[in-house]
Nanobody, 124 residues
Framework: QVQLVESGGGLVQAGGSLRLSCAAS????????MGWFRQAPGKEREFVAA????????YYADSVKGRFTSSRDNAKNTVYLQMNSLKPEDTAAYYC?????????????????WGQGTQVTVSS
């Protein structure tokens, strides 16, 4: 069973930065894509960013493009989300997830495992 644990969330002012981490563990951790999603109260969980595990190709939602950067350390089974120029609308619980080859990277249903989430709050 794969376990994903996010960390690094917190309270920051608009324009600030945070770096989220997602550490994975399990008998066999071999994802195709590691994704980041976020969910604000009263809203649906939305795609934020994704990175292919082996190739390192990255994908971003338009709302965060140019501000967020996803990366990974395969040796540490860890993915990161560097968030810069944060805006109040970025406030949400952020989740990391892993998926196999099948399914679009931006679709929640494509992901097999999810972390518990870490809260990011951006004050105006």
């Amino acid at each position: 069973q794969v376990q994903l644990v996010e960390s690094g969330g917190g309270l920051v002012q608009a324009g600030g930065s945070l770096r989220l981490s997602c550490a994975a563990s399990g008998r066999t951790f071999s994802p195709y894509i590691m994704g980041w999603f976020r969910q604000a109260p009263g809203k649906e969980r939305e795609f934020v960013a994704a990175i292919s595990w082996y190739g390192g190709n990255t994908y971003y939602a338009d709302s965060v493009k140019g501000r967020f950067t996803s990366s990974r350390d395969n040796a540490k089974n860890t993915v990161y989300l560097q968030m810069n120029s944060l805006k109040p609308e970025d406030t949400a619980a952020y989740y990391c997830a892993s998926k196999s080859y099948s399914g679009p990277y931006f679709l929640r249903a494509s992901y097999n495992y999810w972390g518990q989430g870490t809260q990011v709050t951006v004050s105006s």
